[in-house]
Nanobody, 113 residues
Framework: VQLQASGGGLVQAGGSLRLSCTAS????????MGWYRQAPGKQRELVAT???????NYAGSVKGRFTISRDNAKNSVYLQMNSLKPEDTAVYYCAAISGFYSWGQGTLVTVSS
């Protein structure tokens, strides 16, 4: 599975960004798609995931502000990020789970105060 992510950038606190990720390759094996992030000096952490059937899961720190959606027809997953905070600054990685993890290249999100 190959993943191509886009949509990061610089935004002021309170602003919004939308991340997109499209999968290619052995897409029929993908069960879950999602987003993880890694801030400087910290470990990679879960942001949100979405199953093929539409089930979602969010980290507590983003619940109510971020929305994950998945378009199975387009083999894509999206992350709408609203009310961004400086602590959301990180490299965001798209992930696809198909028995093992596949990772996208990462896209930087910077939230200024």
């Amino acid at each position: 599975v190959q993943l191509q992510a886009s949509g990061g950038g610089l935004v002021q606190a309170g602003g919004s960004l939308r991340l997109s990720c499209t999968a290619s390759g052995s897409i029929e094996s993908i069960r879950v798609m999602g987003w993880y992030r890694q801030a400087p000096g910290k470990q990679r952490e879960l942001v949100a995931t979405a199953t093929r059937g539409g089930g979602t899961n969010y980290a507590g720190s983003v619940k109510g502000r971020f929305t994950i959606s998945r378009d199975n027809a387009k083999n894509s997953v999206y992350l709408q990020m609203n009310s961004l905070k400086p602590e959301d600054t990180a490299v965001y990685y798209c992930a696809a789970i198909s028995g093992f993890y596949s990772w996208g290249q990462g896209t930087l999100v910077t939230v200024s105060s």
